[in-house]
């Protein structure tokens, strides 16, 4: 009986280490892959602190994820995640689309830096698009693809940095849900951060467009100013 025992307490013990040692580097491997291919599309430095994902379950949590305000860009930061919520289907992870059932962000900050023509925000949203536009299809080849049932954002904080404020404008952005992000044919890393980018700038730019005062005015005011200069060019 006490062998038994002992060979129970074995089994345990090297059991659990295992264990351990997958679990530790399946969050290793997500948070590389989270900086290493947000990194790659968006042509700014992403970082993550830390995930914490069940090996089991498939569900778990990213804090800390921050994307760097690309170059021009004076702020700290373009995007801040504290932490969001994940939930995947384990098997995926070993094979070439990583199926992600939903993911949750909630209580973001995005530090909107520019105007209501162009802003980091935008710049990003372009890099990821030329990231697509530029490689072939098959340069990827190699990394997991993934599908993500439903994507919710809210609670995001904005801070609005442009030039006809003195003060920065705090809002909050609309609730944004996307739905089947590589249903029909399993995303890229470029393409899911781009069609994420798309969603949020769309609920952006009118928010802040209808919180700015006197926006109009001062939009046809530089048009007027464009244009006029336009014509004195011509007129030489």
């Not at 980091?120 to 599908?147: C, F, K």
């Not at 940095?161 to 992000?181: A, D, Q, R, T, Y």
Request: hydrophobic share 45%; net charge negative.
């Amino acid at each position: 009986m006490k062998k038994l025992l002992i060979a129970l307490v074995v089994v345990v013990a090297i059991t659990g280490g295992i264990v351990g040692v997958l679990l530790l580097n399946l969050n290793s491997l997500i948070k590389t892959g989270v900086e290493t291919a947000g990194t790659r599309a968006l042509g700014v430095p992403v970082t993550v602190r830390d995930v914490s994902v069940s090996l089991f379950n498939g569900q778990g949590r990213i804090s800390g994820l921050r994307v760097a305000n690309p170059e021009g860009y004076e702020g700290p930061y373009a995007i801040a995640i504290a932490g969001l919520s994940i939930d995947l289907e384990p098997r995926s992870l070993s094979s070439d689309t990583i199926v992600i059932r939903q993911i949750l962000i909630d209580g973001a900050e995005i530090w909107y830096e520019g105007n209501l023509v162009d802003s980091n925000i935008q710049a990003l949203q372009r890099a990821a698009a030329s990231g697509d536009e530029s490689a072939p299809a098959d340069s990827e080849s190699g990394t997991a693809r993934v599908e993500i049932d439903h994507l919710t954002i809210r609670d995001t904080r904005v801070g609005v940095h442009v030039s006809m404020l003195k003060e920065p404008l705090s809002l909050v952005l609309p609730l944004v849900e996307i739905n089947g992000i590589g249903k029909d044919e399993p995303a890229t890393a470029s393409e899911t951060i781009l069609r994420v980018l798309k969603a949020v700038n769309q609920s952006l730019v009118p928010l802040i467009r209808e919180s700015l005062p006197g926006v109009e005015d001062k939009l046809k005011e530089v048009g007027d100013k464009i244009g006029e200069k336009l014509k004195g060019l011509f007129n030489r």
